[in-house]
T-cell receptor, first 113, second 115 residues
């Protein structure tokens, strides 16, 4: 099976712009989670989707949003970018939202100038 | 309270030696899963090993084993015969079955293998 894929891998934006990141889970996986990783804050949970419904949400402002499509692919959107949004954004998929293992994609490295 | 605690920010180990990375967790959920991930400098999080809360035996995957002490709420990762390629960040994680279902990650331990 193919692993989790994320596009794009690298992105450079300027303050005030918006960005959309994409994640395709492992075939058959219905849960997709998003994480933000920065040197200062470490790995922080953004949100999780299961069967097109947001099931969990981390403590991030409303500028961060996401959605999941019927084929389980997920997108994450950040509006009005700030310098502090520069980070590695990781997507992970799992079969269910139980105690199944999450498998991660390679990440999207976002730089905000 | 922190759900996952990793108290070792950095660790060094000699090549071919064994090393233990510490992890303690906090939960009142009777059913949960414990995970270890490796993150090399490339950034990708690589799944290493899983332990279920009801598993009687410690999990093993090749050179990785998980020392699960349920009463102490401890889930230490043991890497045997360290290799230079083991140099990376290691994250402990937990997911509860009934309480929120969110994945919780520790702050990570940076492991450096010395030739």
């Amino acid at each position: 099976k193919a692993g989790v894929t994320q596009t794009p891998r690298y992105l450079i934006k300027t303050r005030g712009q918006q960005v959309t990141l994409s994640c395709s889970p492992i075939s058959g996986h219905r849960s997709v989670s998003w994480y933000q990783q920065t040197p200062g804050q470490g790995l922080q949970f953004l949100f999780e989707y299961f069967s097109e419904t947001q099931r969990n949400k981390g403590n991030f402002p409303g500028r961060f949003s996401g959605r999941q499509f019927s084929n389980s692919r997920s997108e994450m959107n950040v509006s009005t970018l700030e310098l502090g949004d520069s980070a590695l954004y990781l997507c992970a998929s799992s079969d269910t939202i139980s105690t199944d293992t999450q498998y991660f994609g390679p990440g999207t490295r976002l730089t905000v100038l | 309270a922190q759900k996952i605690t990793q108290t070792q920010p950095g660790m060094f180990v000699q090549e071919k030696e064994a090393v233990t990375l510490d992890c303690t967790y906090d939960t009142s959920d009777p059913s949960y899963g414990l995970f270890w991930y490796k993150q090399p400098s490339s950034g990708e999080m690589i799944f290493l090993i899983y332990q279920g809360s009801y598993d009687q035996q410690n999990a093993t995957e090749g050179r990785y084993s998980l020392n699960f002490q349920k009463a102490r709420k401890s889930a230490n990762l043991v890497i045997s015969a360290s290799q230079l390629g083991d140099s990376a960040m290691y994250f402990c994680a937990m997911r509860e079955r009934y309480t929120g279902n969110q994945f919780y990650f520790g702050t990570g331990t940076s492991l450096t293998v010395i030739p």
